[in-house]
């Protein structure tokens, strides 16, 4: 297996403090395998510069993510769309990746950039248009939905450079492939495997019953508000970013990978493809 801690004398495992993910059992779990162990908050186990990461939840590794650390993870708990071990096999499991038992797979993520529409001062420098935007990245998927409910907005989607489609809805959604097995799937969106390099795009419950959902390119790809009748915010893995108006525009394309260890063992449970 190609990873961080491969030929290394003593691995450092990073464990992010969690409920389910920093127990001593996993600590004594890494010493029995040559390893010595750092827990904390995500940015102070970075700070020491980890060879593997183990972390809880959807949550947990949306953070891991957005930080993009350059180590695989191990992940706890029950995460749809990823791989996982469950808090009970957890110490199994590390000692499985620290043998060299596993493999390493790699989950895109986004990079998310929202340009604020400028139209209505030309006077506007180059870094004043730079400093007017939101960068964010998501593992599983971004979505613009109107706050209000009962409210329909009008959304439209484009991909490299080309009209895809406008439609009324409540919202729409763009989701990794990890991320279609999440809340894009109760949206009837296709699962998509880890080796596709493609999202599944899909309304929020659209005013027209017979709107589609696209599997698309995952580069390139633009979502714009053409119509508002009440606010629309921009959500990015269950976390509100920001409100995004009539003429803003939020595009969309591949920005790495995170890495994450899956672990072949009678009796770990897994979660995902």
């Known amino acids: 297996m190609d990873a961080a801690w491969s030929g290394a004398e003593q691995p450092l495992v990073g464990i992010v403090d969690s409920r389910t993910a920093t127990s001593?059992?996993?600590?004594?779990?890494?010493?029995?395998?040559?390893?010595?162990?750092?827990?904390?908050?995500?940015?102070?186990?970075?700070?020491a510069e980890p060879s593997l990461l183990v972390t809880a939840g959807e949550d947990g590794l949306s953070a891991v993510a957005r930080a993009q650390p350059g180590v695989p993870v191990l992940p706890i708990g029950d995460v749809d769309g990823i791989d996982t071990v469950s808090a009970a096999r957890?110490?199994?499991?590390?000692?499985?990746?620290?043998?060299?038992?596993?493999?390493?797979?790699?989950?895109s993520v986004l990079g998310l950039e929202v340009e604020d529409d400028g139209s209505a001062d030309d006077t506007r420098s180059a870094d004043d248009d730079r400093s007017n935007r939101t960068r964010e990245r998501a593992l599983f998927d971004a979505t613009l939905v109107t706050d209000e409910p009962a409210r329909i907005s009008e959304y439209g989607v484009a991909s490299r450079g080309e009209s895809v489609s406008t439609f009324r809805a409540d919202g729409v959604v763009v989701a990794t492939p990890a991320g279609s097995y999440g809340y894009s799937s109760a949206l009837e969106a296709p699962h998509l495997a880890s080796s596709i390099d493609a999202v599944a795009v899909s309304p929020i419950a659209p005013f027209a019953t017979r709107t589609r959902r696209w599997?698309?390119?995952d580069d390139e790809i633009a979502l714009t508000v053409?119509?508002?009748?009440?606010?629309?915010?921009?959500?990015?893995?269950?976390?509100?970013v920001r409100a995004v108006g009539v003429g803003s525009r939020v595009r969309l394309g591949v920005d790495g990978a995170l890495s994450t260890v899956v672990v072949s063992d009678d009796g770990v449970s897994t979660n995902g493809e």
């Not at 059992?25 to 970075?46: F, P």
């Open 24 to 47: 001593s059992d996993v600590k004594s779990a890494a010493s029995d395998r040559g390893a010595t162990t750092v827990r904390g908050d995500l940015e102070s186990v970075l700070a």
């Open 90 to 107: 957890a110490p199994a499991a590390l000692e499985a990746v620290l043998e060299g038992d596993a493999t390493v797979r790699r989950h």
């Open 215 to 217: 599997v698309l390119p």
């Open 226 to 240: 053409e119509r508002d009748e009440g606010d629309v915010t921009l959500v990015v893995d269950d976390r509100s």
